[in-house]
């Protein structure tokens, strides 16, 4: 976990994007930035979802446990339809449960984001490349970028996390 100063807020933002066999977060915690990422090199899909389960239920605590729960706010990236058949977005289902599981005795504001909505309001292009998001990151958030590395599932969750952001923002100036 990795920690770097930005400006203060009065909540917590967590962004998350996940995969199969990963979970990749990024928190805005009042001044300062943190991430972690969560994978599993099982075989066996029992036994992955089990680690997976047991890594992430560790990472959020540590991470939700710092604030009162009034004050979380969870921004999940939806799993991937279609993309490499049904098998895949199957099992990102079963580890968003699991991230659900996990964060729901710290927080009931957990939220589903759409790739391509989050794309469109961070980077202004919802059907933003990869190479889009980080070099959009890299320009307008360095921190968060130098803090992500080249890590592409980072990259997407800090951005989720600044969608996150800006829908809280935005909602508390209407």
């Known amino acids: 976990m990795a920690d770097?100063?930005?400006d203060a807020?009065?909540?917590v933002v967590i962004g998350i994007d996940?995969?199969?066999?990963?979970v990749a977060m990024v928190w805005e915690e009042g001044k300062k930035f943190g991430s972690a990422t969560i994978s599993t090199d099982k075989k066996d899909r029992s036994a992955a979802l089990h680690d997976l389960l047991l890594h992430t239920n560790k990472e959020l605590i540590t991470a939700l446990n710092k604030v009162p729960a009034e004050d979380v706010y969870l921004?999940?990236?939806?799993?991937?339809v279609g993309?490499?058949?049904?098998?895949?977005?199957?099992?990102?289902s079963q580890?968003?449960?699991?991230?659900?599981?996990?964060?729901?005795?710290h927080t009931t504001k957990?939220?589903?984001v759409n790739n391509k909505t989050w794309k469109k309001a961070i980077v202004g292009n919802g059907n933003a490349s990869k190479d889009d998001v980080a070099a959009w990151l890299a320009t307008h958030?360095?921190?968060?970028?130098e803090l992500c590395g080249d890590d592409q599932d980072l990259l997407d969750a800090a951005c989720v996390c600044l969608y996150g952001r800006y829908v809280i923002d935005h909602a508390e100036r209407r």
């Open 83 to 92: 993309r490499g058949g049904a098998r895949p977005t199957i099992l990102q």
């Open 95 to 105: 580890v968003d449960g699991i991230v659900r599981v996990c964060a729901y005795p």
């Open 18 to 22: 996940l995969s199969s066999k990963k």
């Open 4 to 6: 770097v100063q930005q």
């Open 141 to 145: 958030h360095s921190f968060l970028a």
């Open 9 to 11: 807020r009065t909540s």
């Open 110 to 112: 957990v939220y589903s």
């Open 75 to 80: 921004y999940i990236e939806d799993p991937v």
